[in-house]
C-alpha cells in the first residue's frame, strides 16, 4: 500500500479528456513537497512526463498537464489518443517514510 | 545524448546476493548535482524506489529495503553498482536504473535504463 493513492483504472474515449489523481497526505504532497508523473507503455520503461507538478519535459504533447492543490495532485489528458494508453504512476517524497522516493499503485487507462 | 543500460544476473538462488550494474553515458557521477538511482517493478505491479545516489557519494536508501542493499559509483567507469542480499522469490522484478533530472527535489528520473529482469528461483 503506498502513501500515494491512484485509482487503479481510468478510461475515456478517444478525444475525451481524463485526469488521474494521486491523494497524498500533509507529510508529502501537504507539505509542499513536489509530484512527478510517469508514463508507461506496455513493455516498455516509464517516461517522465510532468516534473514539479506542472512542467513538461522537452518533447511532451502539451496535451498533458500536471497540477497540484492541498494533500492532492492530478494528471489531466486532453484529446486522448489510442497511443495514450498505459500506466501512470505519480511520484513524491515520503517524509513520513523518511523515503527520498515514493512511487503511487499506478493507473491503468484504457482508450475505449 | 543521455543513455543507462542495466547488466547483471537473470536468474539468482534465495538467499545469495544480487549484484547489477547501471553503466551510463552522456553524463558524469563527479557532475554537481548529479544522481543515479535504481527503481524496480515486480511483474504486473507498481514501481519500487530502491536507492539513489549522488554526485558527492551521499547515498540513500529505501527505508524498507536498507538493511538489504549498497549503492556504490565507479566515476572512472560511469558505473553505478547496486547490490541487494538475501535474495527471495518476491525480489522477482524488472530492475531499472535511472538518471535524476538535475535541481529536482524530490528527485525525479528523466532518463531510464530498458531494465533488466532477474528471476529469483532455486
Redesign the interface.
Known amino acids: 500500500q503506498?502513501v500515494l493513492t491512484q485509482p487503479p483504472s481510468v478510461s475515456g474515449a478517444p478525444g475525451q479528456r481524463v485526469t488521474i489523481s494521486c491523494t497524498g497526505s500533509s507529510s508529502n504532497i501537504g507539505a509542499g513537497?513536489?509530484v512527478?508523473w510517469?508514463q508507461?507503455l506496455p513493455g516498455t520503461?516509464?517516461?517522465?512526463l510532468i516534473?514539479?507538478n506542472s512542467n513538461r519535459?522537452s518533447g511532451v504533447p502539451d496535451r498533458f498537464s500536471g497540477s497540484k492543490s492541498g494533500t492532492s495532485a492530478s494528471l489531466a489528458i486532453t484529446g486522448l489518443q489510442a497511443e495514450d494508453e498505459a500506466d501512470y504512476?505519480c511520484?513524491?517524497?515520503g517524509s513520513s517514510?523518511?523515503?527520498?522516493?515514493?512511487?503511487?499503485?499506478?493507473t491503468k487507462l484504457t482508450v475505449l | 545524448q543521455i543513455t543507462l543500460k542495466e547488466s547483471g544476473p537473470t536468474l539468482v538462488k534465495p538467499t545469495q546476493t544480487l549484484t547489477l550494474t547501471c553503466t551510463f553515458s552522456g553524463f558524469s557521477l563527479s557532475t554537481s548535482g548529479v544522481a543515479v538511482g535504481w527503481i524496480r517493478q515486480p511483474p504486473g505491479k507498481a514501481l519500487e524506489w530502491l536507492a539513489l545516489i549522488y554526485w558527492d557519494d551521499d547515498k540513500r536508501y529505501s527505508p524498507s529495503r536498507k538493511s538489504r542493499l549498497t549503492i556504490t559509483k565507479d566515476t572512472s567507469k560511469n558505473q553505478v553498482v547496486l547490490t541487494m542480499t538475501n535474495m527471495d522469490p518476491v525480489d522477482t522484478a524488472t530492475y531499472y536504473c535511472a538518471h535524476r533530472l538535475s535541481g529536482s527535489l524530490p528527485p525525479s528520473f528523466d532518463y531510464w535504463g530498458q531494465g533488466t529482469l532477474v528471476t529469483v528461483s532455486s
Open positions: 503506498s513537497y513536489d512527478h510517469y508507461q520503461a516509464p517516461k517522465l516534473y514539479a519535459p504512476y511520484q513524491s517524497y517514510l523518511s523515503a527520498d522516493v515514493v512511487f503511487g499503485g499506478g
